[in-house]
């Protein structure tokens, strides 16, 4: 397997494997499509995450998370900052993001 070393070739390689939606975070809830559909912790599971850190910049950082939501049959990409660069979150989102880390 081929080492993926930037946040657009981690994307690229999740939409080939059907996680074509871009969510975008929002306090309590992900959303997509133009904010019609909003998923919140309970409706969706992390499959994969990614963390990529930058060599000299903390603004470098962020994570990639590959989520899917069976109740909606959706899977997308939702990418997030690290540190001071991060969204701020409820903490039943920040939860979700974390239980698949473990």
Known sequence: M?????????INDLQKEGYTIDFNLKENCS??????LQLHPEEFVI????RFEGI???EDEAVVYAI???????????VNGYGISSDPL?????????????
Request: charged letters at 25%; hydrophobic letters at 30%; glycine letters at 4%.
């Open 2 to 10: 081929e080492s993926m070393t930037t946040v657009s070739e981690v």
């Open 47 to 50: 499959d994969k995450h990614y």
């Open 31 to 36: 959303e997509c499509n133009g904010n019609y």
């Open 90 to 102: 409820t903490e039943a989102m920040v939860q979700a993001l974390k239980q698949k880390h473990l």
């Open 68 to 78: 899917s939501s069976l109740r909606n049959n959706l899977k997308g990409v939702l």
């Open 56 to 58: 000299s910049d903390p």
